[in-house]
């Protein structure tokens, strides 16, 4: 299938508009026409191979909505003009330990990523949701809801389900201490979903200037980082901390806001990681810990969750050709929405 999306040809120059063939359906294959996609930092990072191994080009987007065009002979989940969704995955092996346990993004074998992945059969490398069509093993397919606004959703499933899966694993539910810090794209989701779980959420900020939009997601309220007698203040107060800082810094600040056997979570950085203390670990048993978005049938989960609570990202709709400085605008930082790119602005000819 000859189509058409935006890519880059080597590090640090603008997408343009890049002519591909999307593979023949395979018999467990769905072919999708995509109608929204998600703009997600790790995209700028990886047109810039900031954090090395990228494949030019390379055409990026793991945040994609879009209808069923086609299935392949093996597919029984989908039909032709199903809305659908995909993700940060489209293969895995399916036959190790992980992905029984449908932790699929763990793969023993590496999981494919949507763009700048391996295809598993033809070893080409695999090319995302700036575009106008994906194909897409059906196993990494999701049901959208009805309920929920496709013009808007497509976030959840990388901003979603990256912060929705901590909270499920570290076992939030009504009543939990949750810190979010960082109100950006992650930041914002962590906070509505937290809330909706019944924590008692509290944002964590470098200023209060985010404050009223935070206590709109669902925030109790705002400490101000940079504030050392509110931090003293908040000692021993949460029992999670998500942080959704992306750039390296040091989270040593942050470890005594957790009470005993308090947990911070690192899901925006990526890299190097600053210095810091064993002494706030040891005093309080708390844990620093990662977490790498979620498996599919999480992935469902969060759409799920998502429609019945009612929650959707705060989204800014682009055009495909303003793409480029959308990505400025994300290097520059402090953006408290996602990028969502309507995909009709772009044609095949």
């Not at 929204?36 to 987007?61: A, E, K, M």
């Not at 295809?119 to 049901?143: M, P, Q, W």
């Not at 944002?203 to 925030?219: H, V």
């Not at 998500?242 to 690192?266: A, E, R, S, W």
């Amino acid at each position: 299938m000859k189509t058409i999306g935006y890519a880059a040809h080597e590090a640090n120059t603008p997408l343009v508009p890049f002519y591909f063939e999307r593979r023949d359906l395979r018999g467990e294959d769905v072919a999708i026409e995509i109608l929204y996609c998600g703009v997600c930092h790790s995209d700028l990072h990886t047109v810039n191979n900031d954090w090395g191994g990228t494949r030019y080009p390379i055409l990026p987007g793991h945040e994609i909505v879009g209808r069923v065009t086609a299935i392949g002979s093996k597919v029984t989940k989908y039909q032709v003009g199903d809305n659908v969704a995909v993700g940060c995955m489209v293969d895995s092996c399916l036959e190790c330990d992980q992905c029984h346990k449908g932790e699929e993004q763990f793969c023993r074998e590496g999981m494919v990523g949507t763009y700048s992945g391996k295809d598993r059969i033809t070893g080409e490398s695999t090319k995302g949701g700036y575009a106008k069509h994906i194909v897409v093993r059906e196993e990494f397919v999701l049901n959208i809801p009805k309920s929920l606004d496709l013009a808007k959703c497509a976030p959840i499933l990388c901003a979603g389900i990256t912060t929705y899966s901590p909270l499920r694993t570290w076992n939030v539910g009504p009543g939990s201490r949750v810190a979010v810090i960082g109100l950006g794209g992650l930041g914002h989701m962590a906070i509505k979903i937290a809330a909706a779980m019944g924590a008692h959420v509290t944002a964590i900020s470098r200023s209060d200037d985010k404050k009223q939009q935070a206590l709109e997601y669902g925030a109790e309220g705002l400490l101000i980082s940079k504030d050392q007698k509110a931090m003293d203040a908040h000692a021993n107060k949460f029992d999670l901390i998500i942080n959704t800082i992306p750039v390296k810094h040091d989270f040593t600040p942050y470890l005594p806001l957790l009470d005993i056997d308090g947990t911070q979570v690192l899901v925006g950085q990526v890299g190097d990681m600053a210095e810091s203390s064993s002494v706030p670990l040891l005093l309080g048993r708390r844990r620093v810990a990662g977490s790498l978005i979620g498996g599919i049938a999480q992935t469902q989960e969060i759409l799920d969750f998502c429609a019945l609570h009612n929650i959707l990202p705060e989204v800014e709709m682009i055009k495909m050709d303003e793409i480029n400085q959308a990505f400025e605008r994300l290097k520059e930082g402090d953006l408290s929405h996602r990028y969502v790119i309507d995909m009709s602005s772009l044609e095949v000819v």
